[in-house]
């Protein structure tokens, strides 16, 4: 990351994201300050391209942009998680003006893939596409968890194709449109001041021109863009939220002390070797995110396998790390002022978001066995 980056990131999360992290999550707020701050410091068009005015940074900045976010905030973390997964897929096929919005700072954009009849399966689309004359197509949908619904100004929407054969086919969405819905609140375990929650589509009309890519291959975009931003910033949020744990824990264990014995909580060696751990787990999940990044960036032949081992393996090490965390720093880790247990709640929900650890774990078999990744 650029020294300006850094500088950027750093404020926004010391001013705004970490001051509101414990409202957006006991309120389930969404973090509307911290996303207005991020567009304002160009942070929204981070991998906009220069030419419709974007910083034009990688997969690799985003990533340490998103960690830094998760240490202070992972509902923060996940909306800009979402948003660049879909800004990825309108560099590649969007309408030059809302590029140009994004860049600017003042849309927010994200996925909307799973859905009700298909959970957590979200390659496989029941939502329709419908003609209607020669310009217009009707969208009809029940998606099921839409991060930032309702706060987002555009979807990236997954549908049946319109008239070709495949799986699936994407469209802008503009949010504003007719007969969407994302009506509701998300009071969930963790995470939640990301507004995931459902939206409906009954008869939402699109433009032709709506469509991102080629009618019926939109899991070829899904492939090819969506997967390595969706997992590798994904682990980059469960890396921030270790991160955070592990400093919290170590902050413990160096201060409180058992006055009876005169000793500190890291005066015992089982303490010191749960932090060490800590530590060597959250390692070895950063390791395994630099290689990600750099078998994409090298254009790897195994560059498909690390993208599918990263976001499992970093957030089976999330949950680890914060069960640790919680364990040893014992009852005041259940305290919701201290923070840590914030971050043992985040931590879990990147093993059930589509898609789940037993389906990477099956996906990677798949590839490991030569076979592809979608029936």
Not at 19 to 34: K, S
Not at 178 to 185: F, N, T, V
Not at 302 to 318: G, I, M, N, W, Y
Not at 336 to 362: C, N, Q, S, W
Request: net charge negative.
């Amino acid at each position: 990351m650029t020294t300006s980056l850094v500088e950027d990131i750093s404020s926004i999360v010391e001013t705004t994201v970490a001051p509101n992290a414990d409202e957006v999550d006991a309120a389930g707020a969404f973090p509307r300050d911290a996303i207005k701050a991020l567009g304002e410091a160009g942070l929204l068009g981070l991998i906009s391209s220069t030419e419709v005015g974007g910083r034009g940074a990688g997969l690799r900045s985003a990533a340490e942009v998103v960690e830094h976010l998760a240490r202070a905030c992972g509902s923060t973390a996940m909306v800009v998680c979402m948003h660049y997964c879909a800004t990825a897929v309108l560099e590649a096929h969007g309408p030059r003006e809302t590029r140009e919005a994004i860049a600017r700072g003042g849309h927010l954009t994200t996925l909307a893939f799973s859905e009700t009849g298909s959970r957590s399966h979200f390659w496989a689309p029941l939502s329709t596409a419908t003609a209607d004359g020669d310009d217009r197509v009707v969208l009809d949908a029940s998606k099921s968890w839409v991060t930032s619904a309702g706060e987002a100004d555009s979807y990236v929407w997954s549908s049946t194709p319109l008239a070709a054969e495949g799986p699936s086919t994407l469209w802008l969405v503009p949010a504003d449109r007719p007969g969407l819905d994302a009506r509701g609140r998300f009071d969930g375990f963790g995470l939640r001041g990301n507004a995931s929650r459902p939206v409906t589509a009954q008869g939402v009309v699109v433009g032709r021109d709506a469509m991102l890519g080629t009618d019926g291959r939109g899991d070829e975009i899904m492939l090819g863009v969506v997967l390595a931003h969706f997992h590798v910033l994904n682990a980059a949020t469960s890396l921030g939220l270790m991160e955070s744990a592990i400093g919290k824990a170590i902050a413990h264990v160096t201060t409180a002390r058992l006055e009876h014995l005169g000793r500190r909580l890291a005066d015992s060696p089982v303490t010191r070797a749960n932090i060490a751990r800590m530590r060597l787990i959250a390692d070895q999940a950063r390791t395994v995110l630099g290689d990600a990044l750099a078998a994409i960036e090298g254009d790897r032949p195994d560059a498909t396998l690390r993208v599918l081992e990263v976001k499992a393996a970093a957030s089976e090490a999330a949950i680890a790390v914060t069960d640790l965390a919680m364990r040893v720093c014992g009852g005041a880790a259940f305290r919701k002022e201290g923070g840590l247990e914030r971050y043992f709640r985040d931590a879990r929900a990147a093993t059930v978001m589509a898609p789940t650890t037993e389906a990477i774990h099956d996906f990677m078999g798949r590839a490991l066995c030569g076979m592809p990744l979608f029936d």
